[in-house]
């Protein structure tokens, strides 16, 4: 069964960095999510991304993180300058559409650890 | 603010009995529901969609939705001890959006 593949598993950055976190979707799939997860906290919606573009972010996403789909199949969730509270479980996920009853799968996710 | 709450448990059943799961949400607009069942540091894994009044059965498992009540549940039959997770009610808000706003999840242990 396809799957969204996620690179690294882990990440361990110096508070300040930037780092980059990679998604591989579900390569018929038209829609692309980030969600974060905080540890013992509910899973919390960051951003999704349609035809190159955002199509929906939320209050979390500020200016110090932006996605890109550089080629055909990677997306992209940059954090650019780390801050301790950034540490999470990152998860990326992708539909084939938008339309309500089309569900979103997730990747494994990446756990950022922020020092 | 759009919500959705969940009991967060455990919630501890023997092996073998039925376990339900609770789930409800404010936002009286809202069009798609799902189940999710999350390991510990694993992602979320879609168990089951339910978009319309009423029941809808998917092997050991059973969505119920009940959008007057603004209410979601999951039932499952048989239980295993591998169904021991926790479990993550996700709320898609009324059209507009393309988020899922998830529940803290409840946790449950099945007891061999």
């Known amino acids: 069964e396809p799957e969204v593949t996620q690179t690294p598993s882990h990440q361990v950055t110096q508070m300040g960095q930037e780092v980059i976190l990679r998604c591989v979707p579900i390569?018929?799939?038209?829609?692309f999510y980030w969600y974060r997860q905080i540890l013992g906290q509910k899973v919390e919606f960051l951003v999704s991304f349609y035809n190159n573009e955002i199509s929906e972010k939320s209050e979390i996403f500020d200016d110090q993180f932006s996605v890109e789909r550089p080629d055909g199949s990677n997306f992209t969730l940059k954090i650019r300058s780390t801050k301790l509270e950034d540490s999470a479980m990152y998860f990326c996920a992708s539909s084939e559409n938008s339309l309500g009853n089309v569900p979103q799968h997730f990747g494994d996710g990446t756990r950022l650890s922020i020092l | 603010q759009k919500e959705v709450e969940q009991n967060s448990g455990p919630l501890s059943v023997p092996e073998g009995a039925i376990a339900s799961l609770n789930c409800t949400y404010s936002d009286r607009g809202s069009q798609s529901f799902f189940w999710y069942r999350q390991y510990s540091g694993k992602s979320p894994e879609l168990i089951m969609s339910?978009?319309?009044?009423g029941d809808k059965e998917d092997g050991r498992f059973t969505a119920q939705l009940n959008k007057a009540s603004q209410y979601v549940s999951l039932l499952i039959r048989d239980s295993q001890p591998s169904d021991s997770a926790t479990y993550l009610c996700?709320?898609?808000?009324?059209?507009?959006?393309?988020?899922?706003?998830f529940g803290t999840g409840t946790r449950l242990k099945v007891l061999a």
């Open positions: 339910i978009y319309s009044n």
């Open positions: 996700a709320v898609r808000p009324g059209s507009g959006t393309y988020k899922y706003i």
């Open positions: 390569s018929n799939h038209l829609y």
